[in-house]
């Protein structure tokens, strides 16, 4: 084949659109390796959620102590009883407590493996290498373990990486059918009902998956089948918005909001208080972890510390949908424009 034939077909084969696509898998490639090996590669815990329960002055004491570890790996406060730090932790406001008992050498840790075994491992090896430099012993006692088929307490994060993948995968799949951008309306009504059908049937899925057929998760199926089909139509939803207004480009995006950003810093892998600052600030604005704190509450923590959560999915529900509405609206008129 001649040079210049050659030429013409890689000009031909290779577009100007085909090489930007290109660059951009690239980047997003060199995104998710960054994201995720420099949101776990290293977890220390920092700032984390401590309850002290001791006689007045010797909690003071170890409040004391506590808060002038290096790093800053705890974040203590005194309880009036372990009654308080047992309810504090069904609660989600604290992830451990330490009792300390000053008529014996050894002091008891309270922990909670259902909001993540790692945490709870991470929290009770460093209580345990103070109280040796006290010359005093611990008794853990798991106050919310993780299932016993979930011994890890990683099955509701991968839940809820299910449910986010059928979110944007359903998406992704409508755009490709019929075109990125929806031409009207109508069609993106349409487009928003049949990712609301997929919620559900991809929520009920997921939900009887991990529960009955499993038994992975505890809690209630039907908690879990609403949760799913929250999450699954947020991801959804935004999904169909960004392809909305920036066409293929959208799906992109949000892979890197879901998947690049999402995921690691969801407190699956590694729950919030060992995570990095700028992951464990975004993960609770992001639906991989609003929904990884949800089901862990739905599954573990009676129901607790939710509204905050499904506050965040149901606002990328509503904004997905009112975004894919108004950028159809747009383009109606734009057309009918002479």
């Not at 815990?45 to 001791?54: E, N, R, T, Y």
């Not at 947020?234 to 909305?244: E, I, K, P, S, Y």
């Not at 480009?249 to 890197?256: F, M, Q, R, T, Y």
């Not at 990095?276 to 600030?281: G, L, Q, R, S, V």
Request: aromatic share 4%.
């Amino acid at each position: 084949m001649p040079h210049s034939s050659l030429l013409a077909e890689v000009r031909d084969a290779v577009t100007p659109r085909a090489t930007l696509l290109i660059v951009g898998v690239i980047a997003l490639q060199l995104l998710f390796i960054a994201s995720y090996v420099g949101a776990l590669h290293d977890p220390k815990p920092k700032d984390v959620p401590f309850g002290v329960v001791a006689p007045q002055a010797a909690a003071g004491q170890a409040v004391s102590r506590l808060e002038q570890l290096p790093g800053s790996p705890l974040d203590p406060r005194a309880l009036p009883n372990a009654a308080a730090a047992r309810t504090r932790l069904a609660h989600r406001d604290i992830d451990a407590a330490l009792i300390i008992d000053p008529r014996s050498n050894t002091d008891t840790l309270l922990v909670a493996s259902g909001g993540g075994r790692v945490l709870s491992t991470t929290l009770t090896a460093l209580v345990t290498t103070l109280e040796k430099s006290e010359r005093r012993t611990i008794r853990t006692i798991d106050v919310i373990p993780s299932a016993p088929h979930d011994p890890n307490g990683l099955s509701s994060f991968y839940l809820v990486i299910g449910w986010c993948v059928g979110g944007y995968l359903g998406a992704a799949a409508l755009a490709i059918s019929a075109g990125a951008k929806p031409s009207n309306p109508t069609r993106a009504a349409i487009r928003l009902a049949v990712m609301a059908l997929v919620a559900i049937i991809g929520g009920l899925g997921g939900a009887l998956i991990t529960g009955p057929v499993l038994d992975a998760l505890p809690g209630s199926t039907a908690a879990l089948w609403g949760l799913g089909t929250l999450i699954i139509f947020a991801v959804g939803a935004a999904t169909l918005a960004l392809q909305g207004v920036f066409g293929t480009i959208g799906i992109g995006l949000v892979i890197l909001l879901v998947v690049i950003l999402g995921n690691p810093s969801a407190g699956g892998a590694l729950p919030p208080p060992l995570l990095p600052p700028f992951w464990k600030a975004i993960g609770p604005a992001l639906p991989p972890g609003a929904g990884t704190w949800s089901t862990r509450s739905l599954a573990y923590f009676d129901n607790n510390a939710m509204t905050g959560p499904l506050l965040v999915l149901a606002a990328w529900a509503v904004a997905g949908a009112a975004i894919t509405m108004a950028a159809a609206t747009v383009r109606k008129r734009a057309k009918a424009t002479p």
